[in-house]
């Protein structure tokens, strides 16, 4: 054997070397952006790889592209939190089930000055109809997330849907919770988070939380996997592994852990 061949041989030997120890077994994970922005991805999904050796590849939207891409087979597990849009996912079959494995909620934030009033009654509804009333400025996120489903039918248990187009003090700005945060802030504006977001994002300014804590604003989140039989490339087994990590309960507990500014932003589903 020559010195060429020898060459050859030592350098397709230290590619495949390379890829054999730069290649991780991987899932994709399409989800809700609040889970992302708040850091609980950061904080959780490295203790998974490193108990399994499976790396979770996340693609962080608004749940209904989340649930889009999903349909389109860019994923092999899911992640959101508005339970009907879920469910239709797993009834048109292209997930095999949903659990739901923890919850938090949503908050109205808006200026610390409260034009609109709504600290005084302390009801979402209400605090709803009272800005429509008075006109304040809102900012709605209008890009089909879970957020914006809900505030959507919130507005609608109130029998006043605004519509942007005739209503000047209403924005829907079509952007993720952190983009629509600082164009309320920005604005002097009410709008609807979930607490996870708000708690970590660092543009507060003068805004804070006016209205919270009632059973209408609680926020529960799904877990669901693509089923193989729409999506054959999906790798099912990983994705069995994860959903089982992650409803245990060592991962509840983690789930517990896991604060921002000594907060905690989720809680397990017991």
């Not at 061949?5 to 030997?13: A, E, K, R, T």
């Not at 790889?49 to 996340?58: A, C, L, N």
């Not at 006109?135 to 942007?164: A, C």
């Not at 209503?167 to 945060?181: E, T, Y």
Request: with cysteine.
């Amino acid at each position: 054997m020559n010195y060429n061949n020898n060459i050859y041989i030592i350098f397709f030997f230290s590619l495949f070397l390379f890829f054999k120890v730069n290649s991780k077994d991987f899932i994709i994970l399409q989800s809700t952006t609040s889970a992302r922005d708040s850091g609980f991805y950061d904080f959780i999904l490295p203790k998974f790889g490193k108990k399994s050796g499976v790396e979770v590849r996340v693609i962080a939207v608004g749940t209904g592209q989340a649930i889009k891409n999903s349909r389109r087979c860019d994923a092999d597990v899911l992640i959101a939190h508005h339970k009907q849009s879920e469910e239709k996912l797993v009834l048109d079959g292209y997930g095999l089930y949903r659990k739901e494995f923890m919850y938090n909620d949503f908050v109205l934030v808006g200026p610390k000055s409260d034009p609109a009033g709504v600290q005084q009654v302390n009801s979402i509804l209400k605090s709803l109809k009272l800005i429509k009333k008075k006109k304040n400025l809102f900012v709605s996120r209008g890009d089909n997330s879970g957020t914006h489903k809900k505030e959507y039918s919130l507005w609608k248990m109130t029998g006043q849907i605004p519509n942007p187009k005739d209503s000047k003090w209403f924005f829907s700005v079509g952007q993720g919770m952190g983009g629509a945060l600082n164009v309320a802030v920005n604005k002097d504006a009410y709008i609807l988070s979930d607490r996870s977001t708000w708690e970590s994002f660092k543009n507060k300014k003068n805004h804070t939380i006016v209205v919270e804590n009632e059973p209408l604003l609680l926020n529960y989140y799904g877990v669901i996997p693509i089923n193989p039989k729409k999506c054959p490339d999906v790798k099912i087994q990983k994705v069995d592994k994860f959903i089982g990590w992650l409803t245990s309960e060592e991962t509840k507990l983690l789930i517990s852990e896991f604060k921002v500014n000594n907060k905690q932003l989720f809680f397990p589903v017991k």
